[in-house]
């Protein structure tokens, strides 16, 4: 390394706080401390449109702030400007710089800059892959690799994404592997819960089909298709019902839907952890039409839950988690003949065959998803860097 006076500190800087960033960042500052090293957070801002989730300052125990800057919406998009981020981190000059929330986010782009910002060793998490990025040739993707190549190295979630980025540069950089987490200790906890109880509780029937499906109310996460699904689902296989738990822009138009006749499905909103576990508890299988999503983070709770997958080709993780047969099984079109039909097959299938999936989603998620495993092989691999870089 070339910066022999950086202080021995990882900073971190990204978009806004999230419930999961929270408990891994919590795991990644214990392990981190265990090597002799400090962390610190640095968020653009609080919070984004669209996001529904409630955070709590007080559950992260390592420190933090968030910047003084702007945060204008363009198009799909809220951008983060923070000009402070500059004389943060030439303040605090760190020896390793983890950037995530988007490429061209701002205020990444000018951490980017080790002339204005200082020369730390440079990372952007990155969890784009080729089923989920948006533009993938054209003056953007020209752009996106340019800004890539700023970075000294890349932290990714799975395979997917490492071969992306080995796409969009054109050579080999070096990759870190870092899974997306969850607080698996909480989430492990609805493996004990007693299903029927927990039914009862929420008001779903004892004997039916339960389908939950964590997502945000969007056309790119399928939920159309999967609500039509239920029709034909019930000419098919009968007694079945689709929670969804979340909210977004098609909310009216699905609650339209369901009021005409489209199959038994609930609209819960969007719920905290709690409410979350608990229809996971509830649940007979997790299914997620989604037909773009980098790494979506409902699927790794859902199998630490116990829950059998029902995923589609097109999430970011699908490949470390859901095994077709196995711990679940994989939507290959999102279409909602094709859909249903591969519910039928899954209410086809014996309760101990159903519990056997549960319990192979979960020991994979054991192996490859605890988030102080996670981040003890992070750190170790960051740190044997400073002996080949």
Not at 23 to 48: D, T
Not at 54 to 78: C, K, W
Not at 349 to 364: H, K, T, Y
């Amino acid at each position: 390394m070339t910066q022999q006076s950086a202080n021995r500190l990882l900073i971190h800087v990204t978009n806004i706080p999230t419930p999961y960033r929270i408990s891994f960042c919590n795991a990644l500052n214990e392990v981190l401390n265990a090597f002799g090293y400090g962390f610190h957070v640095l968020y653009c801002a609080e919070r984004e449109a669209n996001r529904y989730w409630t955070i709590s300052f007080n559950d992260m125990r390592y420190p933090h702030e968030v910047l003084p800057g702007i945060s204008p919406q363009v198009g799909a998009l809220q951008a983060h400007f923070n000009p402070d981020v500059v004389q943060r981190l030439r303040q605090l000059n760190p020896e390793f710089l983890l950037t995530a929330g988007g490429w061209n986010m701002p205020t990444a782009l000018l951490a980017a800059s080790p002339t204005l910002c200082g020369p730390a060793f440079r990372i952007f998490w990155s969890e784009g892959h080729a089923d989920a990025v948006l533009n993938p040739s054209g003056p953007i993707a020209w752009l996106r690799r340019k800004c890539l190549r700023a970075y000294d190295a890349f932290a990714v979630p799975n395979d997917s994404s490492a071969h992306f980025l080995e796409m969009e540069l054109g050579f080999r950089s070096t990759i870190l592997p870092l899974p997306n987490t969850v607080d698996d200790d909480f989430f492990r906890v609805a493996r004990s819960l007693d299903k029927v109880q927990v039914r009862q509780q929420l008001g779903l029937p004892l004997h039916a089909n339960i389908f939950v499906s964590v997502t945000r109310l969007d056309d790119e996460k399928g939920v159309r298709e999967l609500v039509a699904a239920m029709s034909l689902l019930q000419t098919r296989a009968g007694n079945c019902v689709l929670v969804l738990v979340g909210e977004g822009a098609l909310r009216k138009e699905l609650q339209a839907a369901i009021g005409n006749g489209e199959g038994d499905v609930r609209l819960v909103g969007q719920q905290d952890a709690c409410g979350v576990r608990n229809y996971l508890a509830a649940a007979d299988a997790f299914v997620l039409a989604t037909k773009r999503d980098p790494n979506p983070l409902a699927v790794i709770e859902a199998a630490f839950a116990g829950v059998p997958l029902i995923v589609s080709s097109k999430a970011g993780n699908v490949k470390e988690l859901v095994h077709d047969g196995h711990s679940g099984m994989i939507i290959s079109t999102i279409d909602s003949a094709a859909i249903s039909a591969l519910l039928a097959r899954f209410c086809q299938l014996s309760e101990l065959e159903r519990q056997e999936m549960g319990n192979n989603a979960a020991q994979m998620a054991d192996a490859g998803f605890q988030r102080r495993k996670v981040a003890r092989h992070f750190v170790t691999a960051l740190l044997a860097l400073r002996t080949t870089t």
